[in-house]
């Protein structure tokens, strides 16, 4: 067997392309924080994307090519999407059920990451949270949605894949 010898700036070179190669494929995950701000008063939803992702993914939805980078409007656009795909009941510790009318505050662009912002007020009693998520797993089924609930100093984690849509999580238990 013959041995190659490469010359050590090009092993070099090759070394750092890597990574590049790498995330030029979709990751197939997004995380999403709701975070229950005792200074704001607020529900706060925090939906993160990889650009790339949401991207792809956004051509595929709307039948044309959307540049989120450089266009405000694909990011609106691929919101509202999001938005239309994600919702929250709050379930309260006297029995009775609400869906959150979540409002949208806005979206960015933040390094390799597309953020959607929204909120509404906290009201008091509630014990569970039954959550929808299926943003991107309409385009790619091996999605993964990460949801991560603070309150009070704790963190409640679920984990949307497969055939999951709709998960809850009790919270202070």
Do not use: C
Not at 32 to 47: K, Q, W, Y
Not at 70 to 79: D, G, H, M, N, V
Not at 106 to 112: A, K, L, M, R
């Amino acid at each position: 067997m013959r041995k190659i010898k490469l010359p050590f700036s090009l092993f070099l070179f090759l070394l750092m392309a890597l990574p590049l190669v790498g995330s030029a494929h979709q990751q197939k995950t997004a995380v999403t924080r709701i975070l229950f701000n005792p200074n704001t008063g607020n529900i706060e939803v925090m939906h993160r994307f990889f650009v790339h992702d949401a991207e792809h993914a956004a051509s595929l939805i709307f039948g044309e090519r959307q540049t989120l980078m450089e266009s405000a409007e694909s990011r609106q656009l691929f919101a509202s999407y999001v938005m239309n795909r994600f919702s929250v009941q709050a379930n309260f510790a006297n029995g009775d059920e609400k869906d959150l009318a979540l409002q949208y505050v806005g979206e960015e662009i933040d390094g390799q990451f597309l953020w959607v912002y929204q909120e509404i007020p906290v009201e008091e009693g509630i014990a569970a949270l039954t959550i929808v998520n299926v943003a991107l797993r309409d385009v790619w089924p091996d999605q993964s949605n990460l949801v991560n609930i603070e309150r009070d100093g704790e963190i409640y984690s679920l984990t949307f894949q497969g055939n999951d849509e709709i998960l809850s999580v009790q919270l202070g238990a």
